[in-house]
């Protein structure tokens, strides 16, 4: 029977070493599914997939691209759950012919992310990188070359009003004198924000972030043209995807001093090279693409993408009676 293995119908996890299935794949055992784990990407080389798992009815996946070729890989294939919000890694056209459906978390790390946000846009605003090359350079206060500016005179931006994008704006909103943004499919705004077009958002912003999925219509969206438009020696700050920033562009407004600091935790490239010149640029703040982590977010990681496969492929009254079975043991 296809997708069945020993009479339970399989669940392929992959790309294992990111996100750990341990906790989801009981889950889903639990609730009669076969689970086989994959530590890195689907591979599509003949007889390189192991047999049970191309059985799969439902594939739980990371962020590696995956497409047609995996998809010819896994004839059974019903469902595709990932492990992140975005989806952008799927080829959508080729699960679509197949009639794969796919699905994205929602939610799992809003807050984590949107913190990490709003703490790249304090420590750049406040010049703690400055700060600490002071302290380990062996200099104190007379030392520091920078004064930090007022925030509360500042203009915030966030390109992109979805769910994080609006967190964003609850937990800023009391440390900023206007909170601005844009969004095409945003129709009301709440938290004291206005909503603008692109161009009027940039040219009055001195903070601005992005929260948007990664797509062709968003690839570089901020080039140097746009770098330009916004006031000088303003900041640029990206928790979303590092598609979506021209990184040549950056760095030759940070070296002119048209762009006064760049804050990130995705780049377009990952990890970067190690003599990438954002790794030590005096004027960038760049994380290890480590905004969604949290003891309570990994936690989500691991179940959610489990529980999106049992809220589709079990019936109700199994998955009540699976649940209740569980929390006896």
């Known amino acids: ?112 992310v949107a913190v990490h946000a709003l703490t790249l846009m304090l420590a750049t605003l406040r010049e703690l990188p400055a700060g600490r090359a002071v302290v380990t350079s062996g200099g104190w206060t007379s030392d520091l070359g920078v004064t930090p500016p007022d925030i509360g005179a500042f203009t915030l931006g966030l390109v992109g009003f979805g769910r994080i994008g609006r967190e964003v704006a609850r937990i800023a909103r009391p440390l900023f004198a206007r909170i601005l943004a844009t969004d095409p499919a945003a129709t009301e705004a709440e938290h004291g924000v206005e909503l603008v077009d692109l161009g009027e958002l940039l040219a009055a912003s001195h903070v601005v972030s992005l929260h948007l999925p990664a797509g062709t219509d968003t690839r570089a969206l901020m080039s140097a043209e746009r770098i330009a438009a916004m006031p000088r020696g303003s900041v640029l700050v990206n928790v979303s995807r590092g598609e979506l920033v021209d990184e040549g562009a950056v760095l030759d407004a940070l070296d002119s001093g048209r762009l006064g600091a760049f804050a990130a935790d995705v780049l377009d490239g990952e990890p970067p090279s190690v003599d990438s010149t954002l790794r030590d640029h005096p004027r960038a703040l760049v994380t290890p693409h480590m905004a969604f982590l949290s003891t309570a977010s990994l936690a989500r990681y691991e179940l959610d993408p489990a529980r999106a496969v049992i809220a589709r492929l079990v019936p109700p009254d199994a998955a009540r009676e699976n649940t209740v079975h569980a929390d006896e043991r």
């Open 1 to 112: 029977m296809s997708g069945v293995s020993d009479g339970r119908p399989v669940v392929l996890v992959t790309e294992a070493e990111d996100v750990a299935p341990g906790a989801g794949a009981a889950l889903l055992e639990s609730h009669g599914f076969d689970v086989v784990v994959l530590p890195a990407r689907i591979p599509v080389e003949p007889g390189a997939l192991p047999r049970r798992a191309r059985d799969a009815i439902a594939v739980i996946v990371g962020l590696s691209p995956i497409g047609a070729a995996e998809f010819d890989a896994l004839p059974a294939l019903r469902l595709l759950c990932t492990t992140s919000t975005g989806v952008d890694m799927v080829d959508l056209p080729a699960a679509a012919a197949r009639g794969i459906e796919v699905v994205g978390l929602g939610g799992v790390a809003t807050a984590e």
